[in-house]
């Protein structure tokens, strides 16, 4: 964790700012300590990220033991034991579910430069230089590398475990900040962020709109938030998916990640590799692309790892929200955002982007 992001951080329960006490420091970035607030809130930096998360403490165990001695005057024993509501659960059942996807497809197996601009459309890689930005929901770490490749400095969060692969993905780049936060209770001041988007991650949560809100009160005054969902467009598709997925996500994950090795081995041998090998060989022309799905031209640009991880993305999640555009229209106007640009892609997603144009409070 680098100094600077105190300037970023405020206490999620009181929303006054945080000091540090730091354990273990290297070239001037804290690998170990505390964040503290006047309210008493405390909470742990470990492994270079702060965990400003519920239960973070006994989250990890060793971080407790190892700092015994430094966190004796503050208060950590009292975490709440709040009961535990169904919104709760859900809530975890997700983070468990990514916080497994992405610390086992954790890997950058391509580029993925063109699908992250393809996801924040209308702007282009020069929209980023020199501004300060939010990735909502992190995962792996593909678009948070490439936004500040692109000159952004970024701050990138995530409530589960994937926030390790992100760190182990990006490390190297000193515009990165994270913190492994949860996104109903951003650590961060109001009217913050140059820009902030969420790609692929609100249609996971339990009150997708009330994250979207949350995102958008983290936005300065003309500031930008993108976001991408998924569309209503493919009904029949959808609703087969779904009563898959009904029984898929209880499924033990390592058990569930051999069923989706077998489905994408399916996929990659006798359809993707099939059209990958026509379309190299200029056979059938463009009469191909016009009998081919769309999401097997898609995937005929990533290697089979992207096809393997999504089959997991597709059948692991409790929760999987669809949106048309007037709903997207509604979250917009709901934020009283102006300049909204709404673009499908293909029949899967929509993009969403607006500006704000004041400071709202809502």
Known sequence: MQKKLLNYLACPDCKNSLSIDIFLEKNDDVIEGVLYCNCSSVFPVTGSIPRIVKGAFKRFPSYRENFQKQLEKYDISAEKEDSISSFDELCAKTELSFGYQWTNFSEMACDFKQNFLNYIKPVDEYFFKG???????????????????????????????????????????????????????LPFKDGLFDFVYSIGVLHHLPEPEKAFKALTRKVKERGSIFIWVYSKKRTYINAVLEIIRYFTHKIPFSSLKVICWFCAVVDYLFFIKPYKILKDMHLMGKSMDKIVFSRVKLYAKYPFQVVFADWFDRLSPPIRYYYDEKEMNDWLDGCRLKEKVISPTGLYGWRAMGKKKEDVFY
């Open 131 to 185: 501004k300060l930005g939010l990735d909502a929901g992190c995962g792996f770490g593909r678009h948070i590398y490439n936004a500040a490749n692109f000159g952004a400095e970024m701050v990138g969060i995530d409530v589960s475990d994937a926030i390790e692969s992100t760190h182990k993905n990006t490390k190297h780049l000193k515009n990165i900040h994270l913190v492994q936060c949860d996104i109903y209770q």
